[in-house]
T-cell receptor, first 116, second 115 residues
Framework: AQSVTQLDSHVSVSEGTPVLLRCNYSSSYSPSLFWYVQHPNKGLQLLLK??????LVKGINGFEAEFKKSETSFHLTKPSAHMSDAAEYFCVVSGESGGGADGLTFGKGTHLIIQP | DGGITQSPKYLFRKEGQNVTLSCEQN?????MYWYRQDPGQGLRLIYY???????QKGDIAEGYSVSREKKESFPLTVTSAQKNPTAFYLC??????????????FGPGTRLTVL
C-alpha cells in the first residue's frame, strides 16, 4: 500500500519570496507522483507529475518539484510567490498500476497563504 | 470544449433520503472515479470504473452506490446508509493505456449538505 504525508498543513509566505511545500511518500513499488492545486470550491488542477523520467520536474505557473528516492520526498517549490498562488495544494501518489488507473492516494493538503 | 461536468454544484437533502450526483465527461476517457473531500482530510476514493458495466469499491464505499451504463457517465448515489454524507464530492476521469503516469482530470465538484 502507498501513503503520502504533507508535512505542513499551512504555509504562509510573503509575495515575491520563495515557496516550499513538503511531501514525503511511502510505496512498495516505483510510483508516479503528482502535485495538484485546488482553489476554493473548485476542482483540482494538475501542476506537475513525475513518472520515472527526469527527477526535476517543471510544471505550470513556475512551480517545480524534485523527486528524491533516497529521501522518499517530492517537495514543491516556486522561486517567487504571487498572490494568485494562494490555494490548497495536494501531493498525490499513484496506485500500483503506475498511473492513476486504480485510484490515487492523496495527502491531506497544504494551505498556502500569500501575505502582501 | 472537452471536460468533466458535475451537477448540481450545490445539493441539499434531508436525512434518510437518497440523492444522486451526476458526472459526465466528453474526453473519451475509459476510467472514471468518485472522491469525497472533507476539511483537512484530502480526497478519499469512493468508487471507480475502468470499463462500462464494471466498477470497483474504493477506500470508503459504504453507503454509496454507482453505475456505469455509458462510457461518458458515472453517477454516484448517496444512500441513507451513509452516516455522514455532508462533504464535497469530486468526479475524475483518466485515459487508460499509453504512457504510465497519465494524470486524472477533475470536475468542478458538488457540495452536498444534509439538513
Amino acid at each position: 500500500a502507498q501513503s503520502v504525508t504533507q508535512l505542513d498543513s499551512h504555509v504562509s509566505v510573503s509575495e515575491g519570496t520563495p515557496v516550499l511545500l513538503r511531501c514525503n511518500y511511502s510505496s512498495s513499488y516505483s510510483p508516479s507522483l503528482f502535485w495538484y492545486v485546488q482553489h476554493p470550491n473548485k476542482g483540482l488542477q494538475l501542476l506537475l507529475k513525475y513518472t520515472s523520467a527526469a527527477t526535476l520536474v517543471k510544471g505550470i505557473n513556475g512551480f517545480e518539484a524534485e523527486f528524491k528516492k533516497s529521501e522518499t520526498s517530492f517537495h514543491l517549490t516556486k522561486p517567487s510567490a504571487h498572490m494568485s498562488d494562494a490555494a490548497e495544494y495536494f501531493c498525490v501518489v499513484s496506485g500500483e498500476s503506475g498511473g492513476g488507473a486504480d485510484g490515487l492516494t492523496f495527502g491531506k493538503g497544504t494551505h498556502l497563504i500569500i501575505q502582501p | 470544449d472537452g471536460g468533466i461536468t458535475q451537477s448540481p454544484k450545490y445539493l441539499f437533502r434531508k436525512e434518510g433520503q437518497n440523492v444522486t450526483l451526476s458526472c459526465e465527461q466528453n474526453l473519451n476517457h475509459d476510467a472514471m472515479y468518485w472522491y469525497r473531500q472533507d476539511p483537512g482530510q484530502g480526497l478519499r476514493l469512493i468508487y471507480y470504473s475502468q470499463i462500462v458495466n464494471d466498477f470497483q469499491k474504493g477506500d470508503i464505499a459504504e453507503g454509496y452506490s454507482v453505475s456505469r451504463e455509458k462510457k461518458e457517465s458515472f453517477p454516484l448515489t448517496v444512500t441513507s446508509a451513509q452516516k455522514n454524507p455532508t462533504a464535497f464530492y469530486l468526479c475524475a476521469s483518466l485515459p487508460l493505456g499509453g504512457v504510465t503516469g497519465n494524470e486524472q482530470f477533475f470536475g468542478p465538484g458538488t457540495r452536498l449538505t444534509v439538513l
